[in-house]
């Protein structure tokens, strides 16, 4: 057979995957720390958390929070909502509590009503306890709405956060601390809305930039 050093081959093109990124859908349980009161729905901590999934593609929140709720509200309000009665979430976020501290309602009754939603919130996850995420409560006593009375607001949210975070490790739910994060409001004045007293858009960033690592955690593969 002849040899001819003219002839070259032909290298078939390199097909290169398209990855599609998995959807995880998403529910919030909460109350105006979670609508984000006094910012745009898109500015909420669970907007910008959807959003900042990388490798996810996250459908829109569904939320169930209003301002002012205690922990008795949230739960009647998950009750009677029809749109999610039978349905399942890939994970959750609870942030419940402040308006319990607020209100002067005891300690003792939000232990119990914390665990029943907290329970609630782990069966909306499919079961999976790992796919629940809950937040502490953040201390507004150092915002210009609190008139300077941190010295009292202060230590009675570190005791409700106390009760959820041990309840929280009872349960073997995820638990993000960002207290320390709404504390930093005392020097940093960007870090409220203009109501001066819920967090701006900028503290819900620093919220999502502690919840996404912990999420990525249970769904990387």
Do not use: C
């Amino acid at each position: 057979m002849q040899n001819n050093s003219n002839n070259t081959t032909t290298t078939p093109p390199v097909v290169v995957p398209v990855t599609i990124k998995d959807t995880l859908s998403y529910l919030a349980l909460g109350d105006s720390y979670t609508i984000g009161q006094s910012v745009t729905a898109q500015e909420s901590f669970p907007y910008q958390l959807a959003a900042q999934l990388p490798d996810f593609k996250v459908t829109e929140p569904h939320i169930i929070a209003r301002t002012g709720w205690i922990t008795d509200q949230l739960i009647s309000a998950i009750n009677d909502a029809n749109d999610i009665k039978g349905k399942t979430y890939d994970f959750v976020t609870l942030l419940i509590g402040v308006n319990d501290q607020y209100g002067g309602y005891s300690q003792t009754n939000y232990r119990v009503k914390f665990v029943q939603v907290l329970n609630t919130a782990i069966k909306f996850a499919k079961g999976n306890q790992k796919h629940v995420f809950v937040l502490s409560i953040p201390d507004y006593g150092v915002t210009p709405y609190a008139h300077g009375d941190d010295g009292k607001i202060g230590p009675e949210i570190d005791q409700f956060n106390a009760i959820n975070l041990e309840e929280s490790k009872k349960a073997g739910v995820n638990y993000i601390d960002i207290t320390p994060i709404s504390k930093e409001a005392a020097f940093d004045l960007t870090l409220l809305a203009n109501d001066g007293l819920h967090p701006s858009a900028k503290m819900y960033n620093m919220w999502v930039q502690k919840l996404v690592p912990e999420i990525l955690k249970q769904f990387k593969k």
